[in-house]
């Protein structure tokens, strides 16, 4: 079955119409109705057993290619035209309709469904699912487990040396993608449009110099029609854009940096890139497969080949969900035949690889730290083709919208690495700094943990607490009950703290390093401060980090080899790759880390 077809022509024969229409008619026993226009989709969602949430009442339908028969009269494909009527016969409201996939987004109430089912014509009828984004700020993805090694498969590792580090505006992120080599010998991705699917963009931010060349909202949110007004809520769109396309010299100088880091904020990996932002997450993060399909076509629709004014499209989705959908596949399939390379995000769940990041015709790709460790969240299988830095990647978020932590104790060495954490409050409290822990049980141990254990000697001071065995949620819900007016919690391991909390709270909450909250202990009684501020930059993990550095690379090797295919360029990029973990493809590097400068150069 091919998976794109041409928009058929208006001009139908009276024949092949009537006879379409006849067969729509005679499997629905509706009468016919005028197509109506296409409507936006309800936002409320429902589960079923198994399967991932869906749009309520929203279906993707798909129509078969091969020919079905009434009696002695056999019908072809069925036009556009034909496909709309047969669903207003059957009862239901058409959202979108996708000519090229020989496919349809509907509402449909339950007799609907049934009746469209019934149509011989229709091969197939599933939900309209809904996909979510595969990054969060740094830290979250350990939360609650609190992790003090990463795991690959069933394979503890523990933390290593660190192999890349950031320097200036290069992030540990372009140091691993050899970034400074490639802009010394102007690789850049130019002219190359890298469309990113995603939750939108801040297009005021400086980092993207106002040069966004396309920007189309595919969700139902209202007031979200322009790349420079708001409409990245969630700032996931925003991160994902500055790792392709930040340019040097442009940032901010905003808070949000830490020490080491260029006041001019992060560089992207493909600068010279065509930036494109098809908004197909909505401000809770989420958004329907049809919507995202939606997206993916005009990004498509950028190539030459398509009408458009790219000879070249990587599509970068860092999203994506567990359930397969014939009408997503149809679409990447149609987006791939057509010329575009399509990368996403393996997921973040710790298990198989999800999808879109799962189809034929899709790059997949896991996330690794700046120890080249796949990170423990990073979904796995076989499906994994390439990795890329997705741990505590710093990049833009909309301006003013981050946060950014600082922290530091009196006669106690300037600390190196400061994390806030998710749903702390902001502002800055000076005070003295206590050791939550009484000295026994759990608490010994400076754990803070059990939802009753209270500490009155933390009232009006700041806490010091361990990472341990409970949540971060426990350990600061137990501060703030205590009268705490700042928490800082320090790691068990090497590396930095970045914590999730389940409620929002008024005080400011750091993470730090074990090595710095140690010497905080050893220091006590002493004061110090705490603060989180607004920032333009903000630290992320997840597979979402790592998709933008490998859809910027692709882009980067394919200005310089303008002649390869999405096949070709696929088959490079894996070939060239430095391998990671155990010799050869593996279920969770695939084949390796993406290295765009040995893709060009062979060194």
Known sequence: MKNARPVPSPLLSRG???????????????QSVTAPAPTASTPDTTITAGQDPAVSGAYLVGFRETPATIGTQSVGTLSVQAQALAIQAAGGTLTSQYADLNAAAVNLTPAALAALKANPNVEYVEPDYLRHAYGTRSGQTDAPGEKATRTIGTQAVSAQAVRWTASGETT?????????????????????????GDTGIDGNHPEFARKLKGYQNFT???????????????????????????????????????????????????????????????????????????GVNWCASQLKSKGGTEAHVVISLSLGGGSASQTEQRAYTAAYNAGALVVAATGNDGAAVSYPAAYTNVLAVGAIDDNGVVASFSNFGSKVALVGPGVHVLSS??????????????????????????????????????????????????????????????????ALIARGTCSFEEKVANAVASGAKGVMVYNNAAGPLGMSLTNTYTVPVVGLTQTDGQATLAKLPTTGTVAITSADYEYFDGTSMAT?????????????KPTLTP??????????????????KDNSYGY???????AITGN
């Not at 080491?260 to 494109?276: C, D, I, K, P, S």
């Not at 933008?548 to 310089?560: F, L, M, Q, T």
């Not at 096949?567 to 050869?584: K, R, S, V, W």
């Open 567 to 584: 096949a070709t360029l696929t088959t490079l990029l894996q070939n060239t790759a430095t391998d990671l973990g155990t010799a050869g």
């Open 220 to 294: 139902s949110d209202a007031n979200r029609t322009s790349a420079y007004n708001l409409n990245d809520v969630s700032h996931h769109g925003t991160h994902v854009s500055g790792t392709i396309y930040a340019q040097y010299g442009a940032g901010t100088g905003a808070a949000g940096l830490q020490p080491g880091e260029n006041t001019n904020g992060v560089g992207g990996v493909a600068t010279g890139a065509n930036l494109y932002m098809a908004r197909v997450l909505g401000d809770s993060g989420s958004g329907s497969s049809s919507g995202i399909i939606n």
């Open 172 to 196: 540990w992120g372009d140091t691993a993608l050899r970034v400074p080599t490639l802009r010394t010998n102007n690789y850049t991705g130019s002219g190359v449009a890298v469309c990113v």
């Open 548 to 560: 933008p550095h490998v859809s910027a690379a692709a882009a980067v090797v394919w200005a310089a």
């Open 592 to 598: 390796g880390l993406v290295d765009p400068y040995k």
């Open 397 to 462: 978020v909309p301006l003013g919208q981050g946060s950014a932590a600082s922290a530091s104790a009196v006669n106690v060495p300037a600390f190196t690495d400061v994390s806030g954490a998710d749903k702390s409050g902001k502002g800055t409290f000076t005070g003295s700094i206590v050791k939550a822990g009484d000295g026994t049980g759990t608490a010994g141990a400076n754990q803070f943990c059990g939802t009753s254990t209270r500490n009155a000697a933390l009232s009006g001071n700041i």
């Open 16 to 30: 092949l119409l009537a006879a379409s229409l006849a067969l729509a008619l005679a499997a629905c026993g509706q």
